[in-house]
């Protein structure tokens, strides 16, 4: 008999949450087959069997887990599963506590009336078989929204998940035969790029999300969920008007609280003259069928400095005397926000890897985002990373440093600047280009020389799609 651990799908997260079982209880699965579901703040993650085996669950859907967890176990030949309860519920023998389910204790079935964490009854009441289950993400946003279970259960699916919760948030709700708002939420998610209103950590940031007949306070901010507002006249005071963040943006704050507690960074930011590489993306994306746009230029671009400024795309490693690992080879992760909350995917082998393949990878992480269906291996590994700043008006924006990297790099949209042309003026499209660092790795002149490099590589584009590729 094998136990069936949860494994490390992060570093950000001290708890997953148990989506779905893939396989039934007492199915025998082969090693490598898929088993389980299981929901971080950035993705969902299959996780499959480390050995063949009989299945015999020990934690329900819906339920926390943590990291080293023993959830399940794997029966051989011979093997007994663990004991049984009268209601034939396996107990769990793993030594990690649950971090979800039932509080009397992991594998325990719920008493009449009672109800587990994470997995609600049906409409009918406890007991009554619907055997729906809401993860908790999802149904931390149907109680900040009050909305009516029933609209839940007549989604017709077995697993609820944030997503779903979100897209019925987003359609219009059946008046309630008593007159009540209940499921009427009002939704209103920032349009803003990534950076200081939204930061860039990994993970997706969730849109503000505010119950109807509560003060707009913070309207436009991201990741928050306004709780417990009382209407005007209430006698409530402000103090008693509580944002409560939602999964995400709380592993988004751990990451930023890190970066800010734990590297020391500096910022320089340039103006790039892109009227020529703007020019160039638009026939090569005709050429290479394949949208190419100033991002997917710099991330190019940006591969192509990794022998010359290797300490920019370095591991800084443990111990209290400065070390790096040398990175063998670009990967680049770039900030992808399409309205359903941000990532960061990481484009892998950016130097020695064609543009059009680049271009390609960029925008299958939109696609992906559009559902947010990243799996971990898709977020991770990055060792540089790009935010964009797209919005109007954003001269630039100071990115900060992940644990782990040296570097971030910021972009903002191209606009137009009027510049001297000889003896006259003319029109050209210019972007800036920040750089926060570590600065107990990186100087000032080292920043400025590597953004130097990065500016005349984009403003020379032939040139240096040449000779990277």
């Known amino acids: 008999m094998t136990g069936f651990p949860v494994p490390k799908l992060n570093n950000n997260d001290t708890t997953y949450v148990l989506v779905e079982w893939l396989a039934e209880d007492g199915q025998a699965v082969r090693d490598g087959d898929p088993v389980v579901l299981l929901e971080t703040s950035k993705a969902t993650e299959e996780v499959v069997a480390p050995r063949d085996g009989v299945l015999r669950r020990l934690l329900a859907e819906g339920a926390e887990c943590e990291p080293g967890q023993v959830i399940a176990q794997l029966l051989g030949p011979g093997d007994e599963a663990a004991p049984e309860d009268p209601a034939g519920t396996v107990r769990s023998t793993g030594s ?7 509080p009397r204790g992991p594998g325990l079935p719920a008493a009449p009336g009672d109800s587990v964490p994470g997995v609600p009854v049906g409409p009918g009441g406890a007991g009554d078989g619907s055997g729906v289950v809401v993860t908790m993400p999802a149904r931390e946003l149907i109680e900040a929204h009050g909305v009516a279970m029933e609209r839940v259960y007549a989604l017709g699916r077995k697993v609820i998940r944030r997503a779903d919760v979100e897209e019925l948030l987003g359609a219009p709700a059946r008046p309630s035969p008593t007159g009540s708002t209940a499921g009427t939420g009002i939704t209103a998610t920032s349009g803003g790029a990534s950076g200081s209103d939204r930061p ?4 997706h940031v969730d849109g503000l999300s505010a119950t109807a007949g509560s003060t707009p306070n913070g309207a436009g901010r991201a990741g928050f969920t306004l709780a417990e507002a009382a209407p005007d006249g209430a006698g409530r005071d402000d103090d008693a008007e509580w944002i409560t963040l939602s999964r995400a943006q709380q592993r988004t704050a751990e990451v930023v609280e890190r970066s800010r507690r734990e590297i020391p960074a500096a910022f320089t ?15 090569l994306t005709r050429r290479l069928r394949a949208l190419v746009g100033l991002p997917e230029m710099v991330v190019k671009a940006t591969g192509g400095l990794l022998d010359r400024f290797p300490v920019f795309f370095a591991q800084p490693g443990p111990g209290p005397r400065p070390r790096l690992r040398r990175a063998t080879a670009a990967n680049v992760g770039v900030t992808v926000d399409v309205g359903r909350g941000l990532f960061i995917p990481v484009v892998r082998d950016v130097a020695d890897r064609p543009l059009a393949e680049i271009a390609r990878d960029l925008v299958d992480f939109r696609k992906t985002a559009l559902t947010g269906s990243f799996r971990e291996s898709d977020l991770e590994g990055g060792n540089i990373t790009l935010t964009l700043h797209t919005s109007d008006g954003i001269v630039h ?25 000889g003896s006259g003026f003319a029109v050209r499209k210019t972007a800036a280009i920040g750089l926060a660092y570590d600065h107990r790795f990186v100087n000032g002149r080292d920043a400025a020389e590597f953004l130097g490099e990065l500016r005349s590589a984009l403003e020379s584009p032939a040139r240096f799609l040449t000779e990277n590729g």
Do not use: K, N, W, Y
Not at 96 to 102: I, K, L, T, W, Y
Not at 401 to 410: D, I, K, N, R, Y
């Open 200 to 203: 860039s950590a990994p993970g």
């Open 397 to 421: 924006a100071v990115p900060i440093v992940f644990p782990g990297q040296t570097c971030a790099l910021s972009l903002t949209a191209p606009r137009p600047e009027v510049v001297p042309d």
């Open 96 to 102: 990690a506590e649950s971090a979800g389910g039932d």
């Open 269 to 283: 930011v340039m103006s790039v003259d892109v009227t020529e590489v703007l020019s160039l993306a638009r026939d």
